[in-house]
């Protein structure tokens, strides 16, 4: 039996691995980035859905709140920018209700 011998040479390898992820997360910023950005995924005060996440376009972060909860509030408090950008995104069924 060389059973010793072979999970001697499997941690050899797995410790290379890490070692080299160590580096290149050192030397790739914004692949580390990414990974700071999964593991700290923020929701919406307000209706609680993920927020900046790339398939949902209401989801951008606006301080702690998603756009799809933020632009109807500032809408209906008259902000002429979200009253210009809100309608627009209900004719597109980007809002539901
Ligand atoms: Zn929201």
């Not at 992820?21 to 919406?44: D, F, M, T, Y």
């Amino acid at each position: 039996m060389t059973r010793s011998g072979s999970t001697a040479d499997i941690e050899v390898k797995l410790n290379t691995s890490a070692w080299g992820r160590r580096l290149s997360a050192r030397s790739g910023p914004s692949r580390n980035s990414i990974v700071v950005n999964s593991e700290k995924a923020k929701h919406c005060q307000i209706c609680g859905r993920e927020l900046d996440n790339p398939s949902d376009p209401l989801s951008t972060d606006c301080g702690g709140d998603c756009w799809g909860c933020v632009g109807v509030i500032e809408a209906e408090m008259g902000n002429s920018e979200s009253l210009a950008k809100v309608p627009k995104e209900f004719a597109l069924g980007l809002r539901p209700d």
